[in-house]
Nanobody
Framework: QVQLVESGGGLVQPGNSLRLSCAAF?????????MVWYRQSPGKQRELVAD???????NYADTVKGRFTISRDNAKNTVYLQMNSLKAEDTAVYYC??????????WGQGTQVTVTS
């Protein structure tokens, strides 16, 4: 298992940007993990936002494509989510997840992102 700690959430106006970070602790296998950002809004199911493989291949939900960028710094055991042109519908708790061989190795505690004017 790996411990994941998210940070960077907050309250922003529509059109602004935020960068989320997820730091991994307690595992020597970070570089091999697929790292995933999920989000969950009240009353909705948790949804995949973006993921990045160990080799840097990325995947995005259609709702964030072109606005969000996922990246990783293996030297810092950290994955990032740069969120630009934020919309009210991006409001959610954002969670970091680590996977290997299709199995979850850890979840973060979540960080709240609120987009409102």
């Amino acid at each position: 298992q790996v411990q994941l700690v998210e940070s960077g959430g907050g309250l922003v106006q529509p059109g602004n940007s935020l960068r989320l970070s997820c730091a991994a602790f307690g595992s020597i296998f970070f570089t091999s993990y697929v790292m995933v950002w999920y989000r969950q809004s009240p009353g909705k199911q948790r949804e995949l936002v973006a993921d990045i493989t160990s080799g840097g291949r990325t995947n995005y939900a259609d709702t964030v494509k072109g606005r969000f960028t996922i990246s990783r710094d293996n030297a810092k055991n950290t994955v990032y989510l740069q969120m630009n042109s934020l919309k009210a519908e991006d409001t959610a708790v954002y969670y970091c997840n680590a996977k290997s061989y299709g199995l979850t190795r850890g979840w973060g505690q979540g960080t709240q992102v609120t987009v409102t004017s």
